[in-house]
């Protein structure tokens, strides 16, 4: 069982930067592939950025690709997300979420029918 709580959400202006941390408990963590997804109003959730258990590999939109980074560290059971550059169309609530995979995997599940365990939602908010 994984419990997952997100930080740091906010209101930023356009340009500006957030970064999101999740607070894992459980002792599965470090065998969990990471996602942080994130849902617009009135769009459909979407996987924003990912991270193998073991951090070696790592996913990103494309719509993200450059501005945001993923990291985890395991030794503190928290993955973050680095927000860099944030657009308005970035607005959204961003949930952190796990996938708890065998130690042979190391590809990020794209479907968030994948992940098994979801924090709460942090709301971020980019103004123009």
């Known amino acids: 069982q994984v419990q997952l709580v997100e930080s740091g959400g906010g209101l930023v202006q356009a340009g500006g930067s957030l970064r999101l941390s999740c607070a894992a408990s459980g002792r599965t963590f470090s065998s969990c592939n990471m996602g942080w997804f994130r849902q617009a109003p009135g769009k459909e959730r979407e996987l924003v950025a990912g991270?193998?258990?073991?951090?070696?590999?790592?996913y990103y939109a494309r719509s993200v690709k450059g501005r945001f980074t993923i990291s985890r560290d395991n030794a503190k059971n928290t993955v973050y997300l680095q927000m860099n550059r944030l657009r308005p169309e970035d607005t959204a609530v961003y949930y952190c979420?796990?996938?708890?995979?065998?130690?042979?995997?190391?590809?990020?599940?794209?479907?968030?029918?994948?992940?098994?365990?979801w924090g709460q939602g942090t709301q971020v908010t980019v103004s123009s």
């Open positions: 979420a796990a996938d708890h995979v065998p130690y042979t995997v190391q590809v990020v599940a794209t479907s968030e029918l994948e992940y098994d365990y």
């Open positions: 991270i193998t258990w073991s951090g070696a590999s790592t």
